[in-house]
């Protein structure tokens, strides 16, 4: 946790508005995390859990999320857990999915969320740089742009190829992915690259749900 990089970049989450002290805030997570911890137990998904908070604690207690590299690994691992584990809930046994395409739809997600995860960080170069991340923005200015425009662009590509969807559904996906690119590549405020990482969201739901 970095409140001071929480203030230039998000001043609304609770710690750097003033809700909570950093101190308090350590303290709540462990009952908190005790109770989510307990109700996932209940619902078959306990390992599942503490995997996302090993990638948690690894990314933001450890330090990990200081480097792009770090932050990309664990930022991934985490969602390809938390989409595992949802899918378990959703499922309530892995005869409604077979077990081999939940790996697979992981795996996948994995790997779009570490090659495009960086779209979130355009809009953090400031606080980022004041707390002293090196983030693909920051070392890769003109360069991370382009990469960020062809990673989303190929995805969707690579999901339209591997999905066999057809043109009318293939086409808009496809078309999503060069926009949300186009922006992040072509318009460059800081009120432009929240944009961008809004429509990135939008566009990241589609590639990752499509998995399911």
Known sequence: MNPQEDVLNKPWRPIACGLISLGSARVLRWPVLALCLAYSYILGVF?????????????????????WLGRGVWVAYGYA?????????????????????????????????????????????????????????????????HYEFWSIFLWSVIICGFLEVGKPVGWPFVCLGMLVGAHLLLLRTTEDDRRSYILYNVSFLTLTKSQD
């Open 47 to 67: 390992w599942f859990s503490i995997a996302l908070v090993l990638a948690f604690f690894f990314n933001n207690d450890l330090g990990f999320d200081s480097h």
């Open 81 to 145: 857990m938390f989409d595992l584990g949802a899918a378990r809930v959703a499922c309530s046994s892995y005869r409604c999915l077979p077990q081999e395409r939940l790996v697979g739809a992981s795996v996948a997600i994995f790997a779009i969320v570490f090659s495009t995860i960086h779209a979130q960080d355009f809009r953090d170069v400031e606080g980022d740089t004041t707390s002293g991340r090196r983030t693909i923005p920051i070392i890769w200015p003109e360069g991370s742009r």
